[in-house]
Nanobody, 116 residues
Framework: QVQLVESGGGLVQPGGSLRLSCAASGTVFSANVMGWYRQAPGKERELVAT???????NYGDSVKGRFVISRDNAKKTVYLQMDSLEPEDTAVYYC??????????WGRGTQVTVSS
């Protein structure tokens, strides 16, 4: 059974930084495309960033230049470094895994609130 557990969310002031982590179990982590998505109240879930097994990254337009996704295959963990946070970044952030057989898994999410 695949499990994804996010951590690192919280309350931060505008301009601040947070680092999210997602620990995976029950999967061949290194083969998966890993990603972060977010959902703000009243809005649809949107792409934040993805990273392939070879380390190729893709970012949503609203976070380019501010967020960085990375992965540690030995630790089965994917990270999201978020800098220059804005109130518009407030959302629940979800970890996502897509296997080579196109199975998709989601974590339960971690709340990020950007407010002064």
């Amino acid at each position: 059974q695949v499990q994804l557990v996010e951590s690192g969310g919280g309350l931060v002031q505008p301009g601040g930084s947070l680092r999210l982590s997602c620990a995976a179990s029950g999967t061949v982590f290194s083969a998966n495309v890993m990603g972060w998505y977010r959902q703000a109240p009243g809005k649809e879930r949107e792409l934040v960033a993805t990273i392939t097994s070879l380390g190729r990254t893709n970012y949503g337009d609203s976070v380019k230049g501010r967020f960085v996704i990375s992965r540690d295959n030995a630790k089965k963990t994917v990270y999201l470094q978020m800098d220059s946070l804005e109130p518009e970044d407030t959302a629940v952030y979800y970890c996502n895994a897509e296997t080579p057989t196109a199975m998709v898994y989601w974590g339960r999410g971690t709340q990020v609130t950007v407010s002064s």
